[in-house]
Structures are given as C-alpha cells and as structure tokens.
C-alpha cells in the first residue's frame, strides 16, 4: 500500500516519467510512434515466411498466431529490460532530489504498455484482413493482459533493484529472453509437443501461459483454466517478491549509482 500511495501522491512526476520514456525511445527516429505498429508488422512477415515455409504452415491464420505471441513477448521483453536500467538511467536525479525510487522501474513497464495498446491496432488490422474476426471473448483478452502488467511489474522491480548492484545483468538477462522466447511457442504451434516429454517446459513457463490464453480469446476458443490460474499465482507471487526485494535494497542505491 506504501508503494501505490507514493505512486498516487506523485502521479504527475509520473506520468511524465512515462512520457519522457516514449520520447527517449524514438528519439532522432524520422518515424517515432508509427515504427511501434510498423516493427511488428515487419516481424510476422518475416517470421511468417521463414517460419510458415520451414513448418508448412500456409494457412492466413498463422500470421495473426505469431504476430499476437510476438507482441506478448516483445511487450514483457522491452518493459523488463527498461525496467532493469531505469535506475541508473535516473542516477542524476536519484542523486539531487528525492524522488520515490518504485517510480522509475513502474514508470518503466507503464510506458511500454502504452506503446503495446498502439501496436494493437496492428493486431486488429490484420486479424480483420486475414479472416480473423472478434467474437464475445475477446472482451476476455484483458485478462491475460493484466496478468502480464503484474507480471512485468514484478519482474523489472526485481531486476531494476540486482541490476543496480550487478551492471553485468543486463546481458545476462538477454541470453534469458532468447530462452524464454523459444519456449513461448512465438512462431510454432505447441501440439507438436503436447505429448512429448518436454511439453511441461512450456506449462511452467508464465508467459507461455498468458501468451496461450490471450491467442485463445483473439480466436474466438476457451482459457485454459490452469494456465489461467497458474500465471495468475505466479504474477502475484512474483510483484510480491519484487516490492520485497525493491523495498530492502531501495537505501542502499545511492552507493552503487
């Protein structure tokens, strides 16, 4: 509750934290906010023909199947790794004034949610063009989306607090995401290993999960009620965590900026 009254009581430093983090993002970029909705539109074409061609999936469908799992990723990928450097990023301002420190790694995954609900009109575009219509459930498609904010959440405040200490984790945890995207199943379907030994690699992954459910909902089928459940409890468990850890280690910063 401390954390969120801050958030409260500074909500105007916020938001303009949330700000300059777009600005900063495009910066000396001719395209700015439209590259947001153009680079994932690149990506499923590329990842469509290269990995359409090698598993022989030519069916319209599959694009908007790796195009929805690549946003999910792309969205936990960019807000965790932001996350991560926002506090010495921020280093001359932690320094002069205080500022709460929980700002900087929320403000962090704030405004890469921002630059996500932009690239959905993307989503939406080329589910209508490739015979993908909205059904009643995708009004369930907020689910898997809070999910993933709390989950992202968690995540960078962990990271934001062991990178200020360990500069090194910043490469560390790129070698991670590449582990973590290929077990997302981004660009292959899932059932080729639904019955093989490896398949609870998938299941044990959070994000797997909230990508799954968030496909179901855009395709008109039901949530996997254990995913559900599973990511959920892992979100929660992991935004505790990540405000315990945070909260601990938030003093001793200054020593290390």
Request: hydrophobic content about 55%; glycine content about 6%; proline content about 3%.
């Amino acid at each position: 509750m401390t954390g969120i009254k801050e958030l409260y009581r500074y909500r105007n430093l916020f938001s303009e934290l949330v700000r300059k983090g777009i600005v900063l993002k495009y910066r000396r970029s001719y395209l700015g906010v439209v590259w947001s909705m153009i680079e994932p539109l690149l990506t499923m074409m590329v990842l469509t023909v290269v990995f359409g061609t090698l598993l022989g999936h030519h069916e319209k469908a599959f694009s908007v199947y790796i195009l929805s799992g690549r946003l999910i990723y792309s969205l936990f990928s960019q807000s965790t790794t932001a996350a991560l450097k926002s506090i010495r990023q921020n280093e001359g301002l932690i320094k002069k004034v205080y500022v709460p420190k929980i700002l900087y790694p929320v403000s962090a995954v704030v405004f890469n949610y921002v630059l996500f609900i932009i690239s959905l009109i993307v989503l939406a575009g080329v589910s209508l063009v490739l015979g993908v219509y909205p059904t009643k459930k995708l009004l369930l498609i907020i689910i898997p989306l809070a999910i993933l904010f709390i989950f992202s959440v968690g995540a960078g405040l962990v990271l934001s607090t062991l990178g200020t200490f360990f500069r090194d984790l910043e490469y560390l945890w790129n070698v991670a995401l590449m582990l973590v995207m290929y077990t997302c199943a981004i660009f292959y379907y899932p059932d080729a290993i639904l019955h093989s030994d490896v398949y609870w690699i998938l299941k044990m992954n959070p994000l797997f999960c909230i990508i799954a459910n968030f496909r179901s909902c855009l395709f008109g089928g039901n949530m996997d009620m254990w995913m559900l459940g599973y990511s959920s409890i892992f979100a929660v468990f992991t935004l505790i965590l990540g405000y315990w850890i945070f909260e601990k280690n938030k003093n001793k910063f200054i020593l290390y900026l």
